[in-house]
């Protein structure tokens, strides 16, 4: 069974950086990852769309973070990345990484990982 472990997340002060990881496992069985993407759900909010990207590199980001976030992935370890800059209390939330296995044809989800903006 493929797994999704997150980490990264913590308190940051504004106008700081954080970087989250999204590493995908498995014990004893193949996987095959495609699309990849982050969400995140702040407090009282419904769960948004951050980032995507496919396993060629192709991106796209939700307006609020275009600029300040960056998506990346390395494909030979299976494991994404998110580069937050210039963060916001606005961004405050948990970031959950998502996961299409193409092999399975399963949704896969992480535990979440809170991120803290202070102003």
């Known amino acids: 069974q493929v797994q999704l472990v997150e980490s990264g997340g913590g308190l940051v002060q504004a106008g700081g950086s954080r970087r989250l990881s999204c590493a995908a496992s498995?014990?004893?069985?193949?996987?095959?990852?495609?699309?990849m993407r982050w969400y995140r759900q702040a407090p009282g909010k419904q769960r948004e769309l951050v980032a995507a990207?496919?396993?060629?590199?192709?991106?796209n980001y939700a307006d609020s973070v275009n600029g300040r976030f960056t998506i990346s992935r390395d494909n030979a370890k299976n494991t994404m990345y998110l580069q937050m800059d210039s963060l916001k209390p606005d961004d405050t939330a948990v970031y959950y990484c998502?996961?299409?296995?193409?092999?399975?044809?399963?949704?896969?989800w992480g535990q979440g990982t809170l991120v803290t903006v202070s102003s």
């Open positions: 998502y996961a299409y296995d193409r092999f399975s044809s399963l949704e896969l």
């Open positions: 990207i496919t396993r060629t590199g192709l991106t």
């Open positions: 498995a014990s004893g069985s193949a996987f095959s990852i495609s699309t």
